[in-house]
């Protein structure tokens, strides 16, 4: 059994300064039900299969398989939910963790979140200063949410 035990913070790039090279990554669901989603990413020429269980506080089942990249650009092409999420992460390392920084492209366009894991529930992290606020607990902006009901439709 995998567990994911993640924090998700909206971030303020203006205080971030000069990004490294990121990797893009296109991801389409398969299925979105409440006790699980099923994902297709593509990563540089990478691509995988994920397998996600609901959250439980910030917890959930994850599992992850490679699969090939011609067949995972097929389902993203015709199988996956549209729209399909587009983003550029970035990873940050600060204070002994590693801070997943992801920037949205398309209909996600301006959403910029950073998500680091925890070895558990109740560790304590310092968070840099380009950290505006937590946002773990809202399903707006789960990746599977931000393809039902994108960042572009919210209203500000």
Same mark, same amino acid.
């Given at each position: 059994m995998a567990l994911e035990i993640e924090r998700k913070y909206l971030v303020d790039l203006e205080k971030l300064g000069t990004l490294q090279t990121g990797n893009r990554i296109k991801q389409g669901y398969l299925s979105t039900n409440k006790e699980a989603v099923v994902r297709v990413r593509v990563k540089n020429d990478k691509a995988y299969l994920t397998i996600k269980g609901s959250n439980v506080g910030v917890s959930r089942l994850e599992f @992850? %398989? @490679?699969i090939p990249l011609d067949e995972a650009n097929e389902m993203l092409d015709k199988l996956c939910q549209k729209p399909v999420i587009d983003k550029t992460r970035y990873l940050i390392e600060y204070e002994n963790h #590693?801070? @997943?920084l992801d920037i949205f492209y398309g209909e996600n366009e301006g959403l910029v979140v950073a998500e680091v894991e925890l070895s558990c529930e109740d @560790? #304590?992290?310092k968070l840099p200063s380009w950290i505006k606020e937590?946002? #773990?607990s809202d399903e707006r902006y789960y990746n599977s949410n931000l393809m &039902? /009901?994108? %960042? &572009? /439709?919210? &209203? &500000?």
């Open positions: @992850e %398989y @490679e #590693t801070f @997943e @560790e #304590t992290i937590e946002v #773990t &039902k /009901n994108p %960042y &572009k /439709n919210w &209203k &500000k």
